[in-house]
């Protein structure tokens, strides 16, 4: 008789997720990461970064997030935000950052920011937990700005034909030429460069 009574009782216990049968790894904390390594967003949207909470829910779970500047700045084309998310005991799946991007009706090259993770507590801080937010410009392509004859500005993604008089007055400054060739053609020599 105890024999069978014995049986039963650990048939009862893993069907109940208890003894060494079941459980399903429903004891451990899980990892929190980023949905995603990279997203892109056009200006004057609204970026949703979702990070998760997965392998795992128990016990309180807690993770800061922040912005760092790329090649734009908080304050000029998004807002400077940070934060923690707070994950409760037994919860896992999604939790999102939203993150308002600035439309400055500008036409300029895409610049991108970092969303961050850190300090994690309660869990294990995922392989993803950095991303790279590309804000695409929707403002139609790049102007050439005419001022006098010294002084043209040129800031394209896309070819671009200006004719300038004197070679000389012809200066690339200030910006990382993203382009396997630039050409040049003085008119009135037939040299191209």
């Known amino acids: 008789m105890s024999r069978i009574l014995m049986t039963l009782l650990l048939l009862v216990l893993a069907a109940c997720g208890g003894g060494s049968s079941g459980g399903g790894g429903s004891n451990l904390p899980g990892t929190i990461q980023l949905g995603s390594t990279t997203y892109d967003i056009t200006e004057g949207a609204v970026i949703n ?93 790049l102007p050439i700005t005419d001022g006098s004859a010294r002084d043209i500005i040129v800031a394209v993604l896309e070819e671009v034909t200006k004719t300038v008089e004197d070679i000389d007055d012809l200066k690339i400054i200030g910006l990382p030429v993203i382009a396997s060739a630039i050409r040049f053609m003085a008119e009135s020599a037939g040299v191209m460069g």
Do not use: K
Request: proline share 2%; net charge negative; glycine share 12%.
């Open 49 to 141: 970064i979702m990070v998760t909470r997965s392998g795992g829910s128990s016990g309180v779970a807690s993770v800061d997030y922040a912005t760092v500047d790329g090649t734009t700045a908080a304050g000029t084309d998004y807002p400077a935000t940070s934060g923690t998310l707070i994950f409760a005991d037994g919860v896992s799946g999604n939790q999102t950052i939203s993150i308002p991007i600035t439309d400055d009706n500008t036409a300029e090259i895409a610049e991108a920011f970092t969303v961050t993770l850190s300090n994690v507590s309660g869990a294990t801080l995922g392989a993803n937990s950095s991303a790279t937010v590309n804000i695409i410009n929707d403002s139609g392509g």
